[in-house]
């Protein structure tokens, strides 16, 4: 009987630890895959950022904005809480190869908007998931040209201008990784997964005389 309940409690034993195991296993596969998530959200989140304050940097005066094909006074539209619609005239970057005699720019309009598309849980909070598209116009017969920067929780643009042109822009964006539904009941997803992204930029036309 004794060598019973000792086989017995032996089994027990080793459904724990393996129980333990398996536990200890589960919450290092989630944490590594929520690290590359929020990695990737952080790339992207640096991508759009790059992009945007290119756009930016490159703004043009009103005296400047006269002599593009297409022109958008600069409009700046929030809900609130963030920018959900920018608007402004700007050299356009149309050739990122520097190729020689080839100029890189060409002036038109600059747009983004903010579209909601879905909500996603980050920790124990539902917030709204925009995608975030830059629509540049040229005036080339084509028509505008909408390229979509992916999805953002959070986008604002701010002008600072004086004499009618921008002196600086302050961005600001964040992006969110999906972090895996299945974890251990003890692990709480936090606002970690939460990436943020921001620059001042000064654009190059803010001291010409034009």
Known sequence: MIA???????????????????AVQQRSTTAAVEATLTQAARVHADGILEVVADDVENVLTPAQALLAPVRCPIRLTSDGERTTEAC????????????????????????????????????????????????TDLGLGTGPQTQSLGDVVDFDLLFVERDARVTEAA?????????????SSDQVSTREALVHAAATVRPVNATTSL
Do not use: E, K
């Open 4 to 22: 019973q309940l000792d086989h017995l409690t032996a089994i027990v034993v080793g459904a724990v630890l393996l129980l333990a195991l398996f």
């Open 88 to 135: 402004f005239t700007a050299n356009v970057r149309t050739d990122t190869t520097n190729a020689v005699g080839v100029s890189p720019f060409a002036a038109g309009t600059v747009r983004y908007t903010l579209t909601p598309t879905r909500r996603m849980w980050l920790g124990s909070d539902s917030v709204d998931v925009f995608r975030l598209d830059r629509t």
């Open 171 to 183: 961005i600001a964006l964040a992006t969110a990784a999906d972090v895996p539904a299945s974890r």
